[in-house]
């Protein structure tokens, strides 16, 4: 006993024990004083942690050298060399490291605009080294501050990159408000003891329109996680409140719609399987109360049976055989069938088939009101593909999948008549995925499929009678059309400044089979801008060819492509350079590589801003056309103006003060009175002398009928030089035989 008590104060006496002795104060006092200037310098907890780490690490290093240099040092020498020793390779490593290994890949993350890998480097190297952390300056850059509002307190919360193998990260348990997340598209995973796991998809920041100077923070309605057990196998909660129908909709009047249910997949031929099996076909409770039409002729549930039937004449999907789907296809999405059919699925189910608000809701992202489906999530579904694919391609913004691409989706049309498709299918161009698609009830393409849901409060919707309560269409009468001597003082706005500056060339590609596409840069006479032009001039062409003018819809002034990516065929407006026309295609004020400066405005500038577009876009008209003069090989006496949907509603004003327009081509447009007084072209229609054809659609919910109506009789133009033709179909697309055929007769008419 004694003999350890005298190794024990031997070794209390020992330059060792003095050294780690010391080493262990040092620690523990650095720790805490780290841990108190935590907030104010930016320490992560992940930093503060390797702190202790490092120190742990260290500590027998520190015992090994104290022990090796005893004899020939003292204790305080001792320690202060090991101290000295780790801080300075602590200090070497760490600025090696971040400099010649993090930074650089920090720098391509971003040359990517891969804010999101950016913002992970950064946070590990704010966890190892801070002081050499590029953090600060990169954060307002690569991150912003977001609310994730839960009504549940201490929820855990998580986040990741969407559609990647990223570990889910902790952010912290709620309430967590704000919260700094990288700028990117993310997924949110919200987890409580006894309530259902809350999935989100969201881009961050909140919302931005790239090419209007406007962000508007779209403030999320508080999420309330459902009781465990609460919601339907198979289906998703979407939570209710005011949501802004867009373009499957009532234009921008919101909808408040209650919480409810819809499936998390599209009904695959697995599940549609057991709907036979079950004698759904034979079961009249599951077709009570529908009014079977064909091609206008009212038909007997027998007679609808009759044509409810697959490729070897039993009853079932259009596309099966025998009653049965393909080998290998079980987890396809049933298509093939009607809207008669999928509605007799969905009271199998004891469900409803979503109304198009609905519908639209659960695939709305919170986060965007540009658009039912953010633009960035569509590569992450099955569109503009060759085949159909296995359900669970895209995930939505509440946890959906599929609602862009795939198979197109009946929903039922709160509207009554037509059958209604959303989504797009999976061979169709993206931008479809916001537009409403009428069909007949009884069409069975085998692009058509559908998921079902169920109304929480049935007061919501009567899904079998009576349409949910909407805002009244707004009342047009109290536009009065300009008086002259004001429009006089007014036009002087639209005074187009001359310009002398030479025309730059940028390229010219050959490579297409049906045309020569040239990118040209000109100036337009106002802020010392210059407009990139687009020519798609055709190869069948052997004489100088008539122009055709393009403004297109809102989407290129929302989420544009890159200039050099657009192309006649995105919209089908290829027929032109093959008909022999060319398509011009200016990249007007605000639209494609044409952004503003100004990337935040209140409502009060954005209305401003509408003001200065009208303005530029008709000296952008105008300088176009000047070019268009100097070249041999365009025939300036033919002239056609081209507007679909925004161009169409909003750039009436190149129609009023340019002259040189043989005649203007409108597709769904119409009005939409959301300008400012003098801006707005409903005050100026009488003026309007131009000829011009407008093609709408019947079921077009944005431009609704009577606003083309009131469009068409409100313009100036002679009966005999206007013409209007609705068509049985949504905004857009048109059909195109129609459509083709229109056009090209009309510019007949006025062609020299």
């Not at 009342?475 to 001359?498: G, I, Q, T």
């Amino acid at each position: 006993m004694e003999t350890s008590i005298s190794i024990l104060e031997k070794f209390k006496q020992s330059t060792i024990f003095k050294v780690v002795s010391g080493y262990a104060i040092v620690a523990f006092v650095t720790v805490q004083i780290a841990s108190l200037v935590s907030d104010s310098f930016g320490f992560s907890q992940e930093f503060m942690q390797n702190i202790i780490i490092v120190f742990l690490v260290v500590l027998p290093f520190i015992a090994l050298i104290a022990w090796a240099a005893s004899s020939k040092y003292g204790t305080l020498k001792i320690l202060g060399i090991s101290l000295v020793l780790l801080f300075t390779g602590y200090g070497t490593g760490s600025y090696i490291w971040v400099n010649k290994f993090m930074q650089p890949q920090i720098n391509k993350h971003l040359n990517a605009d891969d804010n999101i890998s950016a913002w992970l480097a950064s946070n590990q190297i704010n966890s190892f080294a801070p002081f050499f952390s590029s953090m600060p300056k990169n954060s307002d850059d690569i991150s912003v501050e977001s609310n994730i509002d839960v009504m549940q307190d201490g929820a855990s919360v998580y986040w990741k990159a969407y559609e990647t193998d990223q570990e889910w990260s902790f952010l912290g348990k709620t309430p967590l408000n704000p919260v700094r997340l990288p700028k990117g598209i993310l997924q949110i995973k919200i987890e409580k003891e006894g309530y259902e796991t809350s999935l989100l998809s969201m881009s961050n920041p909140t919302m931005r329109l790239n090419n209007f100077p406007i962000y508007v923070p779209w403030k999320l309605d508080p999420i309330n996680l459902q009781p465990l057990g609460s919601i339907p196998p198979g289906m998703v909660y979407i939570q209710g409140g005011d949501f802004i129908p867009g373009l499957t909709g009532n234009g921008t009047d919101p909808v408040y719609l209650h919480p409810f249910y819809i499936d998390k997949y599209e009904v695959t031929n697995k599940e549609y399987k057991k709907f036979m099996e079950s004698g759904g076909y034979d079961n009249p409770q599951y077709w009570v109360e529908m009014e079977f039409i064909k091609d206008g002729v009212s038909l007997s549930l027998k007679e609808a049976k009759n044509i409810m039937i697959d490729t070897t004449g039993v009853q079932g999907p259009a596309g099966w055989e025998v009653g049965m789907y393909l080998e290998g296809q079980d987890n396809l999405p049933v298509t093939g069938i009607s809207w008669y059919e999928a509605l007799a699925f969905a009271r199998f189910k004891g469900n409803i088939l979503p109304p198009m608000f609905h519908w639209a809701k659960a695939a709305y992202p919170p986060d965007e009101i540009g658009s039912p489906i953010a633009p960035r999530l569509l590569k992450y579904s099955n569109f503009s593909q060759e085949e159909l694919l296995d359900v669970g391609q895209g995930q939505g913004a509440y946890g959906t999948f599929d609602m862009a691409g795939n198979a197109r989706e009946w929903v039922w049309n709160i509207f009554g008549g037509r059958g209604l498709t959303l989504g797009g299918a999976f061979d169709e161009p993206t931008y479809l995925a916001s537009q409403t698609a009428p069909l007949p009830r009884m069409d069975r393409s085998l692009k058509n499929g559908f998921r079902t849901a169920r109304l929480i409060n049935p007061r919501d919707l009567n899904p079998y009678g009576d349409p949910i309560i909407t805002q009244a269409p707004k009342d047009l009468s109290f536009y009065k059309p300009m008086s002259d001597e004001v429009f006089n003082v007014y036009s002087r706005n639209f005074e187009v400044r001359k310009s002398n500056k030479e025309i730059e060339k940028i390229y010219v590609d050959d490579g297409h089979p049906l045309w020569i596409k040239e990118r040209i840069r000109l100036d337009v006479g106002y802020n010392n801008e210059k407009m990139d032009v687009l020519i798609f001039k055709p190869k069948n062409s052997f004489g100088p060819s008539d122009p055709v003018i393009f403004h297109p819809g809102a989407n290129y002034f929302t989420t544009p492509p890159e200039i050099d990516e657009v192309s006649p065929g995105e919209f089908g407006l290829d027929f032109l350079v093959k008909s022999g026309k060319t398509l011009i295609w200016p990249a007007w004020k605000g639209s494609l590589n044409r952004i503003p400066e100004s990337r935040s405005a209140s409502p009060e500038d954005l209305l401003i801003y509408f003001r200065a577009l009208n303005v530029a876009w008709v000296s952008d008209t105008a300088k176009t056309i000047d070019y268009l003069e100097t070249r041999d090989d365009i025939n300036t006496d033919n002239i056609f103006y081209m507007g679909m949907s925004f161009g169409a509603l909003f750039n009436t004003h190149t129609l009023l003060f340019e002259n040189r327009y043989k005649a203007a081509l409108l597709y769904v447009g119409g009005v939409f009175p959301s300008y400012p007084p003098l801006v707005d072209g409903l005050n100026h229609m009488p003026r309007i002398k131009i000829p011009f054809l407008m093609l709408n659609g019947e079921q077009d919910y944005l431009v609704p009928k009577s606003s083309a109506m009131f469009f068409y009789g409100s313009t100036g133009t002679s009966a005999e030089d206007k013409k209007i033709i609705f068509y049985d179909s949504g905004h857009w697309p048109l059909p195109r035989n129609q459509m083709i055929r229109e056009t090209l007769g009309f510019m007949e008419k006025y062609t020299d």
